[in-house]
């Protein structure tokens, strides 16, 4: 991929997910202002999270990784024919289990939702909307996984668009669902169910056309004897620990969260997708459009292009990272006023949810980090490095959970917010032992120039700090929305004229930021 469009790649999807991600910030108001924090509300999201959950386990994680190195080595090696019958055997191999997974989990749905949220067990009421709730969201996975297998074809060939904006049908479809059709409900929370289960199969369908005219829209097939498959899945089942440490983090605060005061998980919902916005923008934007060209890189045994490639990709990541953490950890409060402060959700939900985005804003960098850091394994075809890391970044979650909740349970403090922290130390560890290992194998290494470069982020971002400190004490608590929100853009654009404006000032170029 050439240099310029490895760039205008990254453009078009980062401004598709920002699209998305405002649509999903519209949609995440409009659900905890009708439903509120808590409730029915925990119910939905614990019942969402685990579809979702194993999407990026399987599909957006483990399988991209794994299938998009082997799909470009055989787009340099072998004919269309030989992609096409690759492109078959893969999607029925992933059909078939998917959809054995899909009828397993929808027959014991009380047996899955008892796993995963074991507070809801002594909530007879609340337990089996959650189960039914499942039965209803689950589809979405096998729908979901096939859209992430078709948009990692697309991926692979320069395709980025239609991928990036699939996510907008499910935020769409959801809040239709919320404002238009939950009123039609006895329980109006099942209209989200159906929602989602629709927005899947929307999602794949979009995809369809953008296949046939790469002459990869091929009929599925069943032979898990194919060469490229038994390497897919030799790549992927090690993969799915590995690539997905952070939701299997996230997962475990659920579990942890069902145990705790009732609105814990929409709390932490809250708080996860807030920090989500700057991971969604750049964090996976930059992942999704560098692993087709660090694998082709590898094919080519071109490393100089590879380390390249890593090291444009950390400073759009460092960049973006280190001011995103600081000003969502500053604006919290402010954040969860004016964007969620309304209907059923409450003064207290707010500042309970801004206490734990608090916790998550210094591990958003660590996240955005393993984004990129992971995909340099996987185009090299090593998922046994992630794994082991992975395997350390979970267990040192549970260590962290167990020691944060313990001193916030010292110190009197809404429990939930050890959980947060926990998160974000488990995101660093595993940035932190990726970049050990890349350093340690000379894959790669922040060179001399990395140095000017911390020093002039550090200094915009001390100036943005100041300045958003500043202007906290004006912000109009009390008003209404419209002036909250207003009140929150401006402070967001005047922190970011200011790190902008600082950033130049110590002699950081805009040149500085291409490929290569």
């Not at 796993?115 to 039965?135: N, S």
């Not at 700090?465 to 500043?470: D, E, F």
């Not at 009140?487 to 170029?509: E, H, N, P, S």
Request: proline share 4%; aromatic share 12%; charged share 15%.
């Amino acid at each position: 991929m050439a240099k310029s469009r490895l760039f205008r790649s990254t453009m078009v999807v980062s401004s598709m997910t920002m699209l998305s991600r405002i649509l999903g910030l519209v949609r995440d108001i409009v659900l905890l202002g009708v439903f509120g924090a808590g409730g029915l509300m925990d119910a939905f999201l614990v019942a969402f999270k685990i579809p979702n959950f194993l999407r990026r386990l399987f599909a957006e994680g483990a399988f991209s990784q794994a299938f998009v190195p082997v799909l470009s080595e055989y787009k340099e090696k072998y004919s269309l024919q030989q992609v096409q019958i690759l492109v078959s055997r893969t999607s029925g191999a992933l059909l078939l289990v998917l959809s054995m997974l899909t009828v397993v989990v929808i027959l014991i749905a009380p047996w899955v939702v008892t796993l995963f949220a074991p507070g809801f067990a002594d909530q007879p009421d609340k337990f089996a909307i959650t189960a039914e709730l499942l039965r209803l969201t689950f589809p979405y996975l096998l729908f979901i996984s096939m859209t992430a297998f078709a948009s990692g074809i697309l991926q692979s060939y320069g395709r980025f668009a239609a991928p990036a904006f699939a996510p907008v049908l499910l935020n769409l479809s959801m809040i239709g669902g919320a404002l238009v059709f939950a009123p039609m409900f006895d329980v109006p929370i099942m209209a989200l169910g159906y929602s989602v289960a629709i927005a899947g199969l929307l999602q794949l369908l979009i995809q369809l056309p953008q296949l046939s005219q790469q002459k990869l829209l091929v009929a599925p097939k069943i032979d898990f004897q194919h060469e490229g498959v038994r390497r897919i899945l030799k790549l992927m089942l090690p993969a799915i620990f590995g690539v997905s440490v952070t939701q299997i983090n996230l997962l475990l605060n659920t579990i942890f969260a069902s145990l705790m005061i009732g609105g814990s998980v929409s709390w932490l919902y809250a708080a996860e997708r807030m920090s989500e916005l700057p991971l969604g923008l750049i964090g996976v934007a930059i992942g999704t459009v560098i692993l087709p060209s660090l694998s082709k890189s590898e094919a080519r045994k071109d490393d100089v292009s590879f380390k390249k490639t890593i090291d444009w990709a950390a400073r759009l990541i460092i960049l973006v990272g280190v001011p995103a953490s600081a000003a969502l950890f500053i604006l919290s409060d402010v954040l969860m006023q004016a964007l969620f402060l309304r209907g059923e959700f409450t003064l207290r939900d707010a500042q309970m949810s801004s206490l734990a985005l608090k916790s998550m804003a210094g591990g958003i960098l660590g996240f955005m980090l393993i984004k990129i850091f992971a995909p340099a394994f996987f185009a090299r075809q090593d998922t046994r490095t992630p794994v082991r890391i992975g395997i350390v970044s979970v267990f040192a979650n549970m260590v962290f959970s167990v020691i944060f909740i313990g001193i916030f349970y010292f110190f009197d403090m809404p429990l939930h917010g050890g959980l947060a922290l926990a998160t974000t130390g488990a995101a660093f560890v595993n940035a932190g032992l990726l970049y050990y290992f890349l350093h340690q194998r000379d894959i790669f290494r922040f060179g001399s120039h990395w140095k000017k470069l911390f020093g002039q982020f550090g200094i915009s971002t001390a100036s943005m700090i100041a300045v958003l400190y500043v202007m906290l004490p004006y912000f109009p608590t009390n008003d209404a929305q419209w002036k909250r929100i207003v009140a929150l853009l401006i402070m967001c654009v005047v922190g970011a004229v200011v790190y902008g404006v600082v950033l130049l000032a110590t002699g950081f170029r805009p040149r500085q930021l291409k490929h290569g």
